[in-house]
């Protein structure tokens, strides 16, 4: 599935930089000339960010967007908050589409936020954030990865735990079947630093209409 970002002006030197690198490896260039560039929305709503990709978790993008826009209009101007979240009971939460599980989720999230008040990720390495995130029950390394790519918009994340750049791999590399974790890092090498704008452009191959 195609994730839509909104690429910040100030970042646009970042964005070039990327595409001029990326454009070395022959078998990106040619989704390079054929794809528009990726842009990519700021966002400082973290609780928000998280939540949504906990709904995201393992459904298909359609039904995804579906329960997440549900959940949006749960909150007062559609904006996602911790502290109402926190107010809610299990049955209205149940009621737009979330699994049990996923409720949990997005309560122990909702918890953690309530908590911490007002935490700010800026300052984190990627390292320090993951070990941070990992801490929450129902936030595991795609969760954390997405977080990293569209929240926080770190350029050499390789999310190797999702379907949709598995199936790009296969496709731009023509395997028979979809590849390990492994032959995903190593191909990817000669992208670094610039990944997360790779996986942008891999997501292009796979991409169902859906948007994140």
Known sequence: MLKILNFLPMESKILNASIKHLSKDKKLNSLINEFEKPIFHKSTNYFDDLSKSIIYQQLSGKVAKIIYHRFLDLFPNKVPSFEKT?????????????SKQKITYIINLAKYFYNKKNVDFIEFSDESLIKELIKIKGIGPWTIDMFLMFTMHRTDILPVGDLGIKKAFKILYKLKELPSDKFMIEKSAKWKPYRTIACCYLWYLVDDGDVW
């Open 86 to 98: 926190l107010e809610f009971n299990f049955d209205e939460l149940k009621e737009i589409g979330l």
